[in-house]
């Protein structure tokens, strides 16, 4: 039996999370947390989304229960962005709006400045791993796609017309084949195909600034 996703959704208007059980892509609101605060910034354990990290305003909160209890782990950041590597699943790096580069080896519980790595994350454009990575990007009305590293891209379908402009598209942290991608108009969409055909899976949210999904081990 597949086991249940979870998606972790960042909106002007707090933290939304759903849940796919059984794989069946019936994803069904399970709960809501800071409600009134944005959420630029969310991160999944790939192997266990029961851990969970959330950019609230200036605190980035922590959860051990798959978002229904959350703790305080900084209240001194204005985080930009949260992301990590599905290979190495406890290890989150976390860039602020200065500039400034933390990374965590447990999961968020405890955070060091680091000097490696890129001070730059732009959330609308993503890969997705394999043998032929894929480059996925936000453009005009839509997603692009690239399959030769960037020196073409081809846009890519919806079942239905994006709202505003594209303001997230992710990679899952459970299979190299699935990305999700939201947008200012509230919408999530979902791709199996390596980012060649989108499937709108919700609507009427606030604006989406951050997504995170990962699969119950």
């Not at 609101?29 to 959330?54: E, K, S, Y």
């Not at 709006?97 to 993503?126: C, F, I, K, N, V």
């Amino acid at each position: 039996m597949a086991k249940a996703a979870l998606l972790f959704v960042g909106t002007d208007n707090g933290l939304v999370m759903f849940s796919d059980p059984g794989g069946l892509g019936r994803w069904l609101r399970i709960g809501r947390a800071f409600d009134g605060v944005p959420v630029q910034a969310v991160w999944a354990q790939p192997d266990n989304p029961q851990v969970a990290l959330a950019a609230a305003g200036r605190q980035l909160q922590r959860s051990d229960d798959g978002g229904r209890s959350w703790q305080a782990v900084r209240d001194d950041l204005d985080v930009r962005s949260l992301h990590g590597d599905r290979s190495i699943p406890e290890d989150v790096t976390l860039l602020t709006s200065s500039g400034a580069r933390l990374m965590s080896q447990d999961a968020g519980q405890t955070w060091a400045a680091s000097e490696s790595g890129s001070a730059a994350h732009d959330p609308t454009r993503a890969t997705l791993p394999g043998r032929d990575p894929v480059l996925l990007r936000a453009a005009a009305g839509g997603i692009e796609r690239s399959a030769d590293d960037g020196a073409a891209w081809e846009p890519t379908t919806s079942d239905a017309p994006w709202n505003g402009a594209i303001t997230v598209v992710q990679p899952s942290g459970y299979h190299i084949d699935t990305a999700f991608a939201g947008s200012d108009g509230g919408q999530i969409a979902i791709s199996t195909d390596r980012g060649r055909t989108w499937h709108m899976i919700k609507q009427d949210l606030p604006p989406v600034r951050s997504i995170a999904a990962a699969r119950l081990a």
